[in-house]
């Protein structure tokens, strides 16, 4: 049963402190998507991959966070200082190039 | 502007309804369109992916593409309790892969 799987499930840490969430797409599946939900804002995209690639990062703030696909198999987003105003939901999604996108059960993150 | 505008509800209908969920989107480079389910604290799930205009049904759903007006739409008949979530849509470029998604309506569809 192929799936995206995040870790960690949750994660509460202190303001200022740096988070890394995890995604491992499906096995083939060579677009990777970032996304963050809020009640507010509800899923935003904040960055993809293709090939490992990044395409498109527009949507993350450039000064406190970082994704990256160092293989395959993994893709990292980086918070680095973390503020209150990062608490969401991160989910990851893979892909193919203009197919469906499945997605992960999602890092709920509360910053203090 | 947004790209993909979406009511966010929330919606409610009793049990059997005719439930009808619509979106708009700004760019014509969005060729293909994807519903997606969502449970409270779970990550959505895909339920229909459409490419063209017209209707693509799959059960008790029906997805429906008008790229003229750039309008799409989700029907579902029947409606159960198990069908109470947040319904997302979706679309994605074809020349980037870029996939943007709507608001979500809150379905609630009472026993």
């Known amino acids: 049963d192929a799936r995206v799987t995040q870790t960690p499930r949750d994660k509460v840490t202190e303001m200022g402190q740096e988070v890394t969430m995890r995604c491992q797409p499906i096995l083939g599946h060579n677009t990777v998507f970032w996304y963050r939900q809020t009640m507010m804002q509800g899923l935003e995209l904040l960055a993809y991959?293709?090939?490992?690639?990044?395409?498109?990062d527009s949507g993350m703030p450039k000064d406190r966070f970082s994704a990256e696909m160092p293989d395959a198999t993994l893709a990292t987003l980086k918070i680095q200082p973390s503020e209150p105003r990062d608490s969401a939901v991160y989910f990851c999604?893979?892909?193919?190039?203009?197919?469906?996108?499945?997605f992960g059960q999602g890092t709920r993150l509360t910053v203090v | 502007q947004k790209e993909v505008e979406q009511d966010p509800g929330p919606l409610s209908v009793p049990e059997g309804a005719i439930v009808s969920l619509n979106c708009t989107y700004s760019?014509?480079?969005?060729?293909?369109f994807m519903w997606y389910r969502q449970y409270s604290r779970k990550g959505p799930e895909l339920l229909m992916y459409?490419?063209?205009?017209g209707n693509k049904e799959d059960g008790r759903f029906t997805a429906q593409v008008d790229k003229s007006s750039k309008y799409i739409s989700l029907f579902i008949r029947d409606s159960q309790p198990s069908d109470s979530a947040t319904y997302l849509c979706a679309v994605r470029s074809g020349n980037t892969g870029k996939l943007i998604f709507g608001q979500g309506t809150t379905l609630q569809v009472k026993p």
């Open positions: 459409t490419y063209s205009s």
């Open positions: 999604a893979s892909g193919i190039r203009t197919g469906e996108a499945f």
């Open positions: 760019n014509s480079a969005f060729q293909y």
């Open positions: 991959f293709r090939n490992r690639a990044p395409l498109d």
